[in-house]
């Protein structure tokens, strides 16, 4: 079966800052999601229909320092600078039936495979070293949930009107090359760009709103 999408990542510098940031613009209220224990990272979650959710995700001040580096770049220095500004929009996830094998036929380095658990949920997903997405967030992290369809996240969030309409996915020709073939509820452009960027398009309760870029 396909890599499919599972959901985008929106990275801040604290999560109720992000919340704010995101209702403003998209006109609604994230779920509570919870801790990411020994990684040092806590989230807030949003249905974005068809099994596909945003992640908001920050650093947890209610952990101690995690032995490696945060996800998504939420430790380096430029990233802070960014994120000091505004929340950004900085990964997807594409979900699989067989990680290990996804993993092996990539044409990147999606990361070393982790177990990770949070209440009654459990996945496996890829980390990549030090921190660092491939393709500087644009190539994808894969997933595996270890639960049935229905305690997938995306199926248990509650509809807030918020639907993604549309993903662009912007690179150099040699990223781009390397992205896998991802089954989506939406289109998901390929645009050749000298930098890297994530654009992600919504229909929600304030109109048609895109965020990244």
């Known amino acids: 079966m396909a890599l499919e999408l599972d959901h985008l990542v929106v990275a801040a510098t604290d999560l109720d800052s992000g919340q704010a940031w995101l209702a403003e613009r998209l006109g609604a209220t994230l779920a509570p999601g919870g801790q990411h224990t020994g990684v040092g990272t806590h989230n807030r979650l949003l249905q974005l229909g068809n099994r596909v959710y945003l992640e908001l995700i920050a650093p947890d001040p209610s952990q101690p320092e995690p032995s490696r580096p945060r996800p998504f770049l939420l430790d380096d220095p430029d990233m802070k600078v960014r994120l000091a500004i505004a929340p950004q929009l900085v990964h997807w996830l594409v979900r699989s039936n067989d990680l290990q094998a996804d993993v092996a036929a990539a044409a990147y380095q999606p990361g070393t495979i982790v177990n990770m658990t ?3 949920l459990t996945w496996r997903l890829t980390v990549a070293r030090g921190g660092r997405p491939a393709g500087d967030g644009v190539l994808p ?28 996915i912007r690179a150099p020709k040699a990223v781009l090359a390397c992205l896998p073939k991802v089954s989506a509820p939406v289109t998901i452009d390929v645009v050749e760009s000298a930098t890297s960027a994530l654009v992600a398009t919504f229909n929600c309760p304030k109109g048609r709103v895109s965020l990244g870029g």
Request: charged share 20%; proline share 10%.
């Open 141 to 168: 992290s894969m997933i595996q949930w270890d639960v049935p369809d229905d305690q997938h996240p995306a199926a248990r969030l509650p509809d807030v009107g918020v639907m993604l309409a549309g993903l662009s």
């Open 118 to 120: 949070r209440g009654t």
